[in-house]
């Protein structure tokens, strides 16, 4: 029962965590061609790409389009144009390719300490987390029946009953019953592939591509290998490292693309709840062909957010990012910088655009400047002792 239920978990997350991408494509009104690739680009390509790398490496190796990354374009708005996104997404998975070669992936891990990077995520997530209770203002019955059961879910501390399981079962019985949920639009249930041709502009290329390098490698694939490293497997890091960055850069062209190791995924398949160490793999594998249905099925997926009540995406994607949340927080919090990951946490918050530069770029270099300024010697101490 255990590598199942781990399985149901990550499947589960992966479509808890759909209502991002929709929730961009309805705000930018894409077509369902645009949204349905869009799908395949962010779950199929590194469902693929995962089935691979654990077929070759016998490892929980598990891709995902990069969640961090997803949040982020939903706070970026609609300021800079589809074509744009994908052009600056390209060249992110171009840096990527590149960092592993050039040894820069050291110089980031050391440079860059890991509190600042929790404070951006917990800067960009929290947002979400909020939203949820001003949907619940909105829908009491609907949104108060989904957060209820997320709760139950919860404190029963289950691990073959992932929270957001039933917290999904209640909000759609609600909105069957009182008569919110739609039908399904007469469509091919396939994806219609839609490509997008990349365009690039500075402004673009300064907002977007070094957060999402930053994304990619710092929350999501270097903690990831870390975390495997620990329970003894030896991860192909020049692979992984490369993988992602042409992943993102083939991608993209279906829209604005990121792929990474997935941290929650890979701590769900080395957990021992999980079971033996070889089963790892086969869950991974799993769960891999569970995003990859998700992908398939893009062409239903594309219509989510006309089926399902918008306060119920709300509510998901604010459910989904509960533990990025406590742990980005609980990272950013623990010492011994304080002062740089506080600036960098209130500025990724805010809506400040200095130069036409979103607030991520300036939360990263507020922190950094902060802590150089009013916490030089621990930030000295961290960077002379971080891992590479």
């Known amino acids: 029962m255990a590598p199942l239920a781990a399985t149901t978990s990550m499947v589960v997350i992966f479509v808890a965590l759909l209502a991002v991408p929709v929730q961009v494509a309805s705000d ?7 949204t349905g690739s869009w799908i395949m680009a962010l779950f199929g390509i590194p469902a693929v790409l995962s089935l691979l790398l654990i077929w070759r490496y016998r490892q929980p190796l598990v891709l995902t389009g990069n969640v961090f990354v997803w949040i982020y374009l939903v706070r970026l708005g609609s300021g800079i144009s589809w074509s744009d996104l994908v052009g600056a997404s390209m060249l992110a998975g ?114 977007v591509t070094p957060v999402v390098v930053l994304l990619m490698t710092l929350p999501t694939n270097i903690p990831s290998m870390v975390l495997l490293e620990n329970h003894g497997y030896q991860p192909p890091k020049g692979v992984i490292g490369a993988v992602s960055g042409l992943s993102t850069i083939a991608g993209s062209l279906l829209g604005p693309s990121a792929t990474s190791l997935s941290l929650p995924g890979v701590a769900i398949c080395v957990a021992p709840e999980t079971g033996e160490r070889r089963l790892g793999p086969h869950v991974a594998a799993m769960a891999s062909i569970g995003g990859l249905a998700i992908a398939v099925l893009g062409g239903v997926a594309a219509h989510t957010a006309t089926i399902v009540p918008r306060e119920l995406l709300v509510a998901a994607v604010g459910l989904a990012v509960v533990g990025i949340v406590a742990n980005s927080l609980g990272s950013a919090t623990r010492g011994p910088l304080l002062l740089g990951p506080l600036f960098t946490f209130a500025i990724a918050m805010s809506d400040m655009s200095l130069l036409g530069l979103g607030s991520f770029p300036w939360a990263i270099g507020g922190g950094i400047t902060v802590s150089l300024l009013l916490e030089r010697k621990q930030f000295l101490e961290l960077a002379s002792t971080s891992r590479p």
């Open 28 to 34: 930018r009104e894409l077509s369902p061609a645009q």
């Open 94 to 207: 171009v840096i990527v390719t590149t960092l592993g070669p050039l040894r820069l992936t050291r110089f980031l891990t050391r440079w860059l300490p890991s509190s600042i990077v929790s404070a951006l995520l917990a800067g960009a997530v929290l947002g979400f987390f909020i939203d949820l209770f001003s949907a619940l203002n909105r829908e009491l019955v609907l949104v108060g029946a989904t957060l209820v059961a997320y709760l139950l879910a919860r404190s029963v501390g289950r691990a073959w009953l992932p929270p957001m399981l039933p917290a999904l079962a209640a909000g759609l019985a609600v909105a069957a019953t009182t008569g919110q949920l739609h039908s399904v639009p007469g469509t091919s249930v396939l994806p219609a592939i839609s490509l997008t041709w990349p365009t690039f502009s500075l402004t673009a290329i300064a907002t």
